[in-house]
């Protein structure tokens, strides 16, 4: 049963426009939210965070926005750009775990110039 | 800040042999790192949970035989693959647990790519 989704496995965007890449989790115990950025035969970079307690995380071009009753979370990027193309990731975490993350499978973001 | 290294970057080696990968937090001290792998147009599977000073945590599936870690010191990590064989042959990352307040957060080395042959 895969606790965290990322439904969608690919999107495009043109640059200058908005990216909204969206995740939805399962597991009411997670409270602290990360996405990351992947390149091909790269390891993960971290891009932004929430906890639980926050509904919104803001940090330059990238928002993250968690709707807990829904247990949805979402990554906006505002300007797009060519090179924030790439696979992003979301995962979550709940105390008690040491912190384990558990991932989505991913959505490749495409940006055209 | 926040910058994790791996080493080797590529490794290729003989059916039989052993590697050794290292994780490395440069500039912060991580009491927990993790060790994943991941497949071909896979996300990160999690192989094992490494506390320093103690035994690793692996997870189902994972045998604690073939995959040695060793977490002696607050900056130091590392994987041993003993006995390598061909279906050991994967992208093997590990990431370091940087906490705060209200922060928790695993920053990942760049990887390791083993081939084995």
């Known amino acids: 049963d895969q606790q965290v989704k990322q439904n969608s496995p690919s999107l495009s965007v043109q640059e200058g426009r908005i990216s909204i890449l969206n995740c939805d989790y399962t597991n009411s115990m997670f409270d602290y939210f990360l996405w990351y950025k992947k390149y091909p035969a790269e390891g993960p970079t971290f891009l932004i965070s929430i906890s639980s307690i926050k509904d919104k995380n803001e940090d330059g071009r990238f928002t993250v926005f968690l709707n807990k009753s829904a247990k949805h979370l979402s990554l906006h990027i505002v300007p797009s750009q060519p090179g924030d193309s790439a696979v992003y990731f979301c995962?979550?975490?709940?105390?008690?775990?040491?912190?384990?993350?558990?991932f989505g499978s991913g959505t490749q973001l495409t940006v055209l110039p | 800040g926040a910058v994790v290294s791996q080493h080797p970057s590529r490794v290729i080696c003989k059916s039989g042999t052993s590697v050794k990968i290292e994780c490395r937090s440069l500039?912060?001290?991580?009491?927990?790192m993790f060790w994943y792998r991941q497949f071909p147009k896979q996300s990160l599977m999690l192989m094992a949970t490494s506390n320093e000073g103690s035994k690793a945590t692996y997870e189902q599936g994972v045998e604690k035989d073939k995959f040695l870690i060793n977490h002696a010191s607050l900056t130091l990590s590392t994987l041993t693959v003993t006995s390598a064989h061909p279906e050991d042959s994967s992208f093997y990352i590990c990431?370091?647990?940087?906490?705060?307040?209200?922060?928790?957060?695993?920053?990942f080395g760049p990887g390791t790519r083993l081939t084995v042959l």
């Open positions: 990431s370091a647990r940087l906490g705060g307040f209200y922060t928790d957060t695993q920053y």
């Open positions: 500039d912060f001290q991580a009491t927990t």
């Open positions: 995962a979550a975490s709940a105390s008690g775990s040491a912190r384990q993350l558990t």
